[in-house]
């Protein structure tokens, strides 16, 4: 049996993670002793593992919960344990993309600033100048999202 200390060292996890997921109800095989101290024996260092797996994946704790409980409920979960999978994928994606767009206007506004530092445009980037200039670079205003 090991501590949370130990768990910790073991995972990779925080301590503090460690009581955590423990809290949540995420690891169902934690056992505690009279003095109420968590020990971990190896099958909630395996639920430890799956946790750490699943939420560097981005995966929201409640889902996690939802997956875990669906494992304690064994093979016959195994296509809506797919379906999460799935939904978690797919939400993975978008974020992508997302971030994608978040990419490609960081891109745009460090090609402004380049042009500005070589003095090649006026600083359109200061609120304080935008009434001044607005109609000299309208185009660097704001445009109406792309949803």
Known sequence: MHTVK???QITGLTEHAVRFYTDKGLVPSVQRN????RL??????NWLH?????K????????IKMYNDLCLKGDSTIAQR?????????AA????EEAKRHVEHLEEKTALYQAILEH?????TNPVNWDRIQHMHGDVFYKASQT
């Open 6 to 8: 130990e768990a910790a």
């Open 34 to 37: 009279e003095h109420n101290i």
């Open 40 to 45: 971990f024996d190896q099958e909630s260092i």
């Open 50 to 54: 799956g946790i750490k797996c699943l």
């Open 56 to 63: 560097q994946s981005g995966m929201p704790i409640d889902v």
């Open 82 to 90: 797919y379906t999460l999978m799935m939904e978690h994928k797919e």
């Open 93 to 96: 994606l978008a974020k992508l």
């Open 120 to 124: 090649r445009s006026p600083d359109t």
